[in-house]
């Protein structure tokens, strides 16, 4: 594996590998965004970079290469905000249960090395939204993933 990178992805060259699962280095995604990749997924789909989730083991930098994306993104357009891989909603009112899931999500993923927004639903409105009857309850990317449980941190990276 190689091991010599430039810690700041900014002050790269543009041969030098960002994505080291899918081997996508600093020029095609600087490309891609230039031709108009707005977000992560139009990335992804555009280089094919962070789709194999094993940077955060092949990686010299010890991390998903989606960082350095979002640093590239930021420093090629003007827009400073940024699309997570996943985005995680831990559903319930607040009850110990709720606090476990949640504690178990965050685990689940640091475990994982996959990167993630993890939001806390407690509102009852915005919870009966996604028509479940119990909680807690656990949606990725806006499906609800199960419901009336606490998830096993092994559950919960299955699912990731």
């Known amino acids: 594996m190689k091991t010599d990178f ?3 992805i900014l002050n790269a060259p543009g041969d030098e590998s960002v994505c080291w699962c899918s081997n996508v280095n600093k020029f095609t995604i600087v490309a891609a965004i ?9 990335i992804r ?5 962070c789709t194999l989730g094993r940077c955060k083991e092949l990686s010299p930098r010890g991390r998903c290469c989606s960082k350095e994306i979002k640093m590239l993104r930021g420093a090629t357009t003007t827009e400073n905000r940024e699309t ?13 249960k709720c606090k476990t899931l949640y504690e178990n999500t965050i685990k689940a993923l640091e475990e994982s090395g996959k ?3 993890i939001i806390k639903v407690e509102e009852i409105p915005k919870i009966m939204a996604y028509g ?3 909680t807690p309850t656990l949606v ?15 559950e919960i990276m299955a699912l990731l």
Request: proline share 0%; net charge negative.
């Open 34 to 42: 230039s031709e108009g990749a707005h977000n992560m997924e139009e």
């Open 45 to 49: 789909l555009m280089t094919g970079a």
């Open 6 to 8: 430039t810690e700041n």
């Open 84 to 96: 997570c891989i996943m985005k995680i909603e831990v559903l319930g009112t607040g009850c110990a």
């Open 140 to 154: 990725i990317d806006g499906k609800v993933m199960f419901s009336g449980k606490v998830g096993s941190i092994g």
């Open 115 to 117: 990167s993630a927004e």
């Open 132 to 134: 479940v009857m119990s």
